[in-house]
């Protein structure tokens, strides 16, 4: 039994504190906030849980095995480092810091204190990705193309952070998952509509050594909801619409093939090809219970988890680079991966 | 009754013949193809259409009051100043040349001569976007934020111009007729995925002066055929999906609004507001028909057509600037425009 | 204040506990259910209310005003007469009862107590079937020609009611809330494909005296979710999909209309008219909320709820017309109503 | 080479001719309309044709092997029997005739001459039919338990023939096509909203031996055009959308599977099964196309058509059923079938 201490019960934290109370093999010991009005509901909710306003007080508790952080991201370095050296395992909502230093930091005390550190990129713990992932390493797709992404709607505009950290960093996640390749440089573009909040639309190509290009179009201003991705590759090609109920990945038996047929070269070198369309059975179980679980088994056994704070960091470094490139108006930024952290 | 020479029986010249045999006050008077097969195909649709494989003799032929040029783009310009040479009405395909310059010396010539050139960018004739464009002018929409595109589906590469000048031209002549404005900036990010063709995928963002930001996804690599566009503006959003058969133009009262509310500052200065959506009835007029109504009429009234030179010029400059960021890895190219034609 | 006591703590029931308990104006004081397991989830999230086994004790409580009950069908009519005599206000699940007698019985036993009876037809106090009432009732539409609804799924199979108790209840409620008239006569049609079990697919075709016709396509054995409804009247037309997230209902401006043209008798006297499409902003509050603030304010004031115990019993009616019509593969029923009840 | 004469160039005339102009085994030798002005549209399209007001001197045309009949149904017989006593092989288009006795007189004189007669259920000769058909007979869906068929548009409101004889004949022929069964019983509801009109909207359903039971929901007064037909089966069930453009057919691996695990019986005794979809591809040669080459390979051959006069005799059979069940409200008719024709 993993007793967890969960600080931040704002947007997100009643979501953790609900999902570790189900798993049976954790519990909530500590909910921390600084609001005592949120802590009430956590009391009438959750009885057999303790809940103080003093973070602190949540992250020395000797009883508490395991800290999640889904406080506002500018704390998420300060309070993670705090949890790793009272010797706490860490979960920590996405993104996993502010800079990327911070981030190099934490890695760092996870590994020598031993502790595992879990970054809370969800999508990765969804049935869907995990089956476009197998499909993607087991060749089915061919070499892949491209990979192309819009998460656009209305709001929630937030004050802290751009739309690139609260919706690209899904498909930034996402790629780190199926392609295990980092990019080679980035160009993003994007906009804050209204002076003196962050960017509120933007559009990012990464660039990957191995020929992949990949896109990005995130928006809090778009009328209608949209949540879908398309990956091109030689031999299959993947539509996944997260907001289809039923049918949330179709696997299209559709390409393109180059020819030297003289005849064809008269035009163009490209035969089409079109077959059937399947749309697997998707594992249906809320991502966050993957995770949930995920994380007691990493405690457990002491693995890192799928999402560990180096899937974190290369994130961020992601976030950096596209800030920095929409900055400049699309100027390129190439990214130079240091082997060792820290 | 204006007569009318073909140049081209290929793709797209079928259509031209069909449409312009179809009004009342134009005739088809002569088509010139190289191929005698695609000539033989006219000659049995049209017993009274003269056919030629040399087009010279087309442009030279005093029974022709105007020509319609629906070759490759290579040959556009040489065909078409000598047809505005020979005194003729010039109607080109998109894109109008394979450069800027060879477009200002088609406009000087046309201009000096007082001949009408028209620049098929049909979709300026569409119901949709004449719909889309009264609601612009009128302020419907109040401030306008972005311009969101996408055209991607499997096939058909081309093998002289890049999927730039195949798709996202249509985006850039839509701009130019709903805006009136000419970008400052351009950035974009495109591949090709097989070696020795032109780019099959791109992504185009294009910054205006008066703030509008767009962006264009095109691509002849896509398992699903998609053709939508978003526009939002400080009073109300467009979703415009050309491939839906009755309902393409969608308008959202919903919106944005910032407040100096100070409890609202507490958390972002953003009101959501939402409210109906009206689908109105859009023209479904063939707009291939439009535009051959809307040249004759040019040419009775001496005025200048909707897409005319200097628009197809604008077009023109977009694809070069596009192209040359492209090929830059999404460096910004900034565009001055030369107020003076030629 | 009003106390609710809820009997039945299955499927459903937790939907009412939850909802009464966070109505400001009620509280759940006593929950009802044979299962000790159900009782015990009872006590963790609502401490607050008592237990009990026994529903003669819930029903002969003091401290209880009103009562809900969520049981089997087959137990509506003891406990909900139960309720009546030891002067509770009733709540009482769909279908009302097993026959239209014991329903007869219920609104007489009501009306002598002057006892609130509410019969929860949830989708009446939908913001999507209240919106098509008031465009029906203005005469937006016309004169109404035909209801058309499809409610298809797989699953979930009943043990106790067919198809036609669980699912085209709902379209014989709302079509007594939008016409206010009852039909003459009723055909169905249905099948049971398992032996020993209800029918699990029908088709209820009602006819109205007023010229509507009224159709129901209900199935739990298809592999789609369907929840569409058809309204057409003489001046528009409506397409009202619940499964839609963001446009429900959508009002078409389109139609007939017969001519004495003499031209156009010569083929057929139809002219037809296509206008715009309209999808209002649609009340988006828990149906189960706005039911049970009404059940408060009916208590409150005396007046009769909009689905009392007569809507109830009409909708049993057709319920027992349908399942007699359907047995007789099709007969039609006519439907005598009684002025008087009981 | 096989000559053929279309009689008849109004709606669906031009289709045929184009058609059977385009196949390199048949030739289009005249065309009769009781319009000039049609024939002179003929003749510009197809100068090689001869045109006629006389449809009987086309039909006593010793150049004509074969005659194809697409006038208003009325005229089917006696137009289709003079060319069979002229000894021509017939193509009539749907409904074959007006009375199932016209029909087996029809089917009797063919036989007796040893014509080709086929009637043009066109929805036989689709890709979509033809691959579902394979589904069924392979008995990749298990033992079918239902279909259900919904064809719904505004307009064409028809003068002669009521929606029944317009839209529900393609089921009526799928469904015998699918099936190899004729069904014992037929239902149907139906209404003319406008007097003196032959019926606008029309509920039918059919019921077999086998214990499938079929639906087909028709109207030429919806806001909406849908062509969509569920097929259930207990191993795997179907959704065809005939307005997809790319997906048409849908494969569901659901179903229901009953049980006597004593656990469920307490519940129900049912368990639901849910796994892929396919979306297989479909074969897009026009079924005009198809249906061509079929009639022209059966008059090489002799063998009968897919389509035959008893398909058409079948179908007409189940219009006059449900034409009398409709007008008697729903009353079930029961269809015995003669084994001997005339």
Redesign the interface.
Not at 154 to 159: A, D, I, M, T, Y
Not at 274 to 281: E, F, I, V, W
């Given at each position: 039994m993993i007793n967890i201490g969960v600080v931040g019960y704002g947007y997100w934290g009643p979501n953790l504190v609900r999902n570790f109370a189900e798993l049976s093999e954790a519990a909530v010991t500590v909910v921390a906030d600084a609001d005592p009005r949120k802590l009430a509901a956590v009391q009438r909710?959750y009885?057999a849980a303790r809940t103080t306003t003093d973070a602190q007080e949540l992250l020395r508790d000797p009883a508490v095995d395991a800290v999640a952080i889904a406080t506002p991201v500018g704390s998420h370095f300060e309070l993670g480092m705090a949890a790793l050296r009272a010797g706490k395992h860490l979960w920590l909502e996405k993104p996993m810091t502010e800079t990327s230093l911070q981030a190099r930091k934490l890695i760092d005390e996870a590994e020598r204190r031993k502790r595992v550190l879990l970054v809370d990129h969800t999508f990765i713990y969804t049935g869907a990705v995990r089956r476009i992932a197998e499909l993607v390493r087991a060749g089915d797709l061919g070499r892949i193309?491209?990979y192309?992404s819009?998460r656009?709607n209305?709001?929630?505009?937030?004050?802290d952070v751009s739309v690139i950290s609260d919706l690209a960093v899904h498909d930034f996640s996402i790629l780190d998952f199926l392609l295990g390749e980092h990019p080679v440089?980035v160009?993003a573009?994007g906009?804050n509509?209204?002076p003196g909040?962050p960017e509120n639309?933007a559009?990012i190509?990464l660039?990957y050594g191995s020929?992949v290009?990949a896109?990005a179009?995130v928006?809090w201003?778009?009328?209608?909801?949209v949540r879908q991705i398309?990956i091109?590759g030689s031999r299959r090609?993947?539509?996944y619409d997260d907001?289809e109920?039923?049918?949330k990945v179709?696997i299209?038996?559709?390409g393109?093939s180059?020819t030297d047929d003289p005849q064809k070269i008269l035009?163009?070198?490209?035969g089409?090809r079109?077959?059937?369309?399947?749309?697997?059975?998707i594992d249906s179980t809320e991502a966050l219970r993957v995770a949930g679980e995920h994380f007691i088994g990493c405690i457990d056994s002491g693995k890192a988890p799928q999402t560990d704070g180096r899937l974190g960091l290369r994130v961020i470094e992601l976030i950096e680079a596209a800030t920095s490139?929409m900055r400049?108006?699309?100027?390129?930024v190439y990214l130079q991966r240091q082997e060792k952290i820290a």
């Open positions: 909710r009885p193309y491209y192309d819009i656009v209305l709001g929630l505009f937030q004050r440089a160009s573009s906009i509509h209204f909040t639309l559009y190509t660039f020929g290009i896109h179009n928006s201003l778009a009328p209608v909801k398309l091109g090609m993947i539509a907001l109920p039923s049918e179709k299209y038996d559709k393109v180059f035009e163009m070198r490209v089409y079109t077959g059937d369309m399947l749309a697997p059975k490139s400049g108006r699309g100027e390129t």
